[in-house]
């Protein structure tokens, strides 16, 4: 696809979607990879899957560059981990600005 098509494909898709969801922020072709590619991530896909989608050459490019953590997730990967150390009676509360 040549620079014009991305550029038309831009201004005639993504912005009218991003209005129509009340999005203000200017949203390119480029930031819809990265949240596209996220979005995937966060809904379980596999990495295989994602690559391909993104036509990307590795999974590499895919994970380290175009998907970024999303904080939901990282909060259930985090109590995951608690719960498999701590005893279910052995609970810790969080209180504010404990270390």
């Known amino acids: 696809m040549s620079v014009s098509e991305w550029i038309v494909s831009s201004r005639s898709h993504i912005r009218p979607a991003a209005e129509r969801a009340k999005i203000t922020k200017h949203i390119s072709w480029h930031v819809f990879r990265h949240t596209f590619s996220t979005l995937l991530a966060e809904n379980d896909e596999d990495v295989k899957t994602v690559q391909s989608l993104m036509r990307h050459a590795n999974s590499n490019i895919t994970m380290n560059?175009?998907?970024?953590?999303?904080?939901s997730k990282k909060r259930r990967a985090q109590t995951k981990v608690v719960e498999m150390i701590l005893p279910e009676g052995n609970k810790v509360v969080a209180t504010k600005g404990a270390a």
């Open 65 to 71: 560059i175009y998907t970024h953590a999303v904080s």
